[in-house]
Nanobody, 117 residues
Framework: QVQLVESGGGLVQAGGSLRLSCAAFGSFSSNNGMGWYRQAPGKQRELVAAMSSFGTTTYADSVKGRFTISRDNAKKMVYLQMNSLKPEDTAVYYC???????????WGQGTQVTVSS
């Protein structure tokens, strides 16, 4: 059983920064992708950033240059450093673990990020 636990959300003013953390518990293949998605009210869940276990990264165009994803494979952690936050970044942010072999996908419970103008 794989469990993902996010932390680090909160309320911040526009232009501020937050760092999200996600810890993965359980046994799973080291060949995986870990990433962050977000879902704003009334909108579909969207990819924010993802990183493979080999270090390849993907970012949504809307966060490029502002957000940075990183991971610590030994600790089974993934992080999202969010700088220059905008009100439109307000959403629930979800951590995701995707297994390359087998296709399993796991989600955290989500953490709220609110950016005030």
């Amino acid at each position: 059983q794989v469990q993902l636990v996010e932390s680090g959300g909160g309320l911040v003013q526009a232009g501020g920064s937050l760092r999200l953390s996600c810890a993965a518990f359980g046994s799973f293949s080291s060949n995986n992708g870990m990433g962050w998605y977000r879902q704003a009210p009334g909108k579909q869940r969207e990819l924010v950033a993802a990183m493979s276990s080999f270090g390849t990264t993907t970012y949504a165009d809307s966060v490029k240059g502002r957000f940075t994803i990183s991971r610590d494979n030994a600790k089974k952690m993934v992080y999202l450093q969010m700088n220059s936050l905008k009100p439109e970044d307000t959403a629930v942010y979800y951590c995701n673990l995707r297994l390359v072999v087998g296709g399993g996908s796991y989600w955290g419970q989500g953490t709220q990020v609110t950016v005030s103008s």
